[in-house]
């Protein structure tokens, strides 16, 4: 049932992996929720294991969909969610996408002829890691054209992590290429996912005509690994300071043997880890790993002798 006939608004909300995603989602959904909107949170995870969905505050009606990628994988599956959502009587859809989505082939299965008379155009936003974007000799053609697809199908642009850059050059560097890639965009300089300044204001207008995906789905390498024991805190250092190139993401949730009864979320991208104290929670320790031509094997064995050794 539609609130008053109006059609269901959906956000995606999307970026490359590690550009501050599920960081962003915490403060817009805060915001959308304070306009006393039904809203609904979909949240793809492109391994096994729903990491944002124990990240992110349980305040809307949220689903995971993991196991693969909604825009290729599961883009069947994405339609057949919507449809049931439709019948909750939302009013407001956010879809977080995993890091390796194109929003293009999203937007596609967002107006199917099974649901498009029920939702509205999608409103797309990107975040982009703007170091990740000074060094683009560190990704493959491959994810560099991912990397450009998802700045073109997006309304807003925030050009995230703007703090890490040296000076006012990198800052202006980065504009300029969003601004090539995205010309109608709205362009917003963040630190921490949180705007800062809007450097282009955006028309939409002309936008629809750069919506065409330049390349075949980008696929890429998941592996789990599941932590039956808390582990070596220098151990850790080690083998996050040996991660081959290759990795592109790590996210997951590890204990030490120093603080065995305390979890922590630990992140890695653009060859910068993060670890973050999450209390005592019962939660799975696990870690996932994401990246182009992984060899599964060696990962798997390195972590082994982290766990055991």
């Known amino acids: 049932m539609l609130v008053d006939n109006k ?3 959906i956000t995606l909300v999307c970026g490359f992996l590690g550009s501050g995603k599920t960081t962003f989602l915490n403060q817009y959904m805060s915001k959308i929720l304070k306009d006393n909107e039904k809203v609904a949170l979909i949240v793809n995870e492109f391994g096994d294991f729903d990491v944002d969905g124990h990240i992110l505050d349980e305040t809307a009606l949220s689903v995971s969909m993991i196991q693969g990628c909604i825009c290729c994988d599961l883009q069947d599956d994405l339609v057949m969610q919507l449809q049931q959502l439709a019948q909750q009587g939302v009013t407001h859809i956010v879809i977080e996408a995993t890091g390796v989505a194109n929003p293009i082939e ?3 299965a967002c107006q199917d ?3 498009a008379h029920l939702f509205a155009r999608p409103t797309t936003i990107t975040l982009v890691d703007s170091l990740r974007l000074l060094q683009p000799e560190k990704l493959s053609e491959a994810t560099q054209t991912l990397m450009y697809d998802q ?3 997006s309304q807003q642009v925030l050009l995230n992590k703007i703090d890490l850059l040296e000076n006012q050059n990198q800052r202006d560097e980065v504009v300029q290429q969003v601004a090539e890639l995205a010309p109608y965009s709205q ?5 921490y996912a949180e705007a800062q300044e809007i450097v282009q204001q955006g028309s939409g207008v002309g936008r629809e005509q750069m919506l065409s995906s330049t390349q075949p789905h980008v696929h890429y390498d998941t592996l789990s690994y599941h932590f039956t024991h808390p582990v070596s805190r220098e151990q850790l250092i080690q083998f996050i300071l040996n991660v081959p190139d290759q990795v592109l993401r790590m996210k997951g949730y590890i ?3 120093d ?3 305390e979890t922590f979320l630990l992140q890695y991208a653009s060859g910068l880890p993060s670890l973050e104290s999450v209390g005592e929670i019962n939660i799975l320790t696990t870690l996932v790993i994401i990246g ?3 060899d599964k094997p060696a990962l798997k064995n390195k972590l082994e002798l982290l766990q055991f050794g």
């Open 7 to 9: 059609k269901i608004l």
């Open 106 to 108: 999203m937007l596609s």
């Open 113 to 115: 002829p099974l649901i």
């Open 151 to 153: 700045i073109r199908a």
């Open 187 to 191: 362009i917003v300089l963040a630190k």
């Open 255 to 257: 204990q030490f043997r």
């Open 259 to 261: 603080q065995p009864n």
């Open 292 to 294: 182009e031509h992984l």
